[in-house]
């Protein structure tokens, strides 16, 4: 897919206040410092569009980009990260939890998850918590210029294999991305394109 567009619509904390057009959308969540805004930027092709930070806890409200007119890119807040103040996190937990139990524009959720980590209780409980929901979701697995190349599917597998383990009886979609060397990003917008050409 060709960017020809990639624009910051608004930041906010309530979802009833979010864009009201009727557009397809796709949220980027996963634990604080994964990569989520860095992500984006690398798809949108801009080195700052979303805001990035070393630090965990950066984005802290629901960011909307309008992609070539027609689409919604947005950044959410981490979960899982100890550093924020309780009361914060409580907030975080609150708005995303109430974006994706009413954003009915949403389309896709994308979970990134660091390809260097084992699978980690937050997010299997998240991937849980969106099935119960209903929202279609898709893992992302960031950071793969950490890793050797031979390691890399082994280690993808490996994690999807937990998810069978477990209550999963398919594994979602996924991706392999690196925001570094811009690994995944054909294919990323690619299954968006699909999408929204249906
Ligand atoms: P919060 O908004 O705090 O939840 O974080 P986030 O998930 O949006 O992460 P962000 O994109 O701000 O990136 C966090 C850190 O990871 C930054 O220091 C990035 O430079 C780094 N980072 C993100 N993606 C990659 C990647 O693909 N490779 C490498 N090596 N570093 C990355
Ligand atoms: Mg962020």
Request: with cysteine; aromatic share 10%; proline share 6%.
């Amino acid at each position: 897919m060709k960017i020809s567009s990639a624009e910051f619509v608004m930041s906010n904390s309530n979802v009833a206040k979010c864009p009201n057009e009727p557009l397809p959308e796709y949220a980027f969540i996963g634990r604080s410092n994964v990569g989520k805004s860095s992500l984006i930027n690398m798809l949108m092709e801009r080195k700052s569009l979303a805001k990035t930070s070393g630090r965990p806890g950066k984005t802290q409200l629901i960011n909307h980009f309008k992609v070539n007119g027609n689409w919604f890119l947005v950044d959410l807040p981490g979960y899982g990260y100890a550093r924020v103040s309780k009361k914060d996190k409580k907030t975080f937990q609150k708005y995303i939890t109430e974006y994706f139990e009413k954003r009915k524009q949403l389309v896709c959720a994308f979970v990134l998850v660091d390809i260097r980590h084992d699978p980690q209780p937050v997010d299997l409980e998240f991937m849980e918590w969106l099935g119960i929901h209903q929202v279609p979701f898709t893992i992302i697995f960031t950071k793969a210029d950490k890793l050797k190349p031979a390691v890399i599917e082994k280690k993808a597998d490996t994690y999807l294999q937990k998810l069978l383990d477990g209550a999963w009886e398919e594994t979602p979609p996924h991706f392999i991305t690196s925001s570094t060397d811009r690994t995944g990003r054909e294919d990323v917008l690619g299954y968006i394109q699909n999408i929204n050409q249906d």
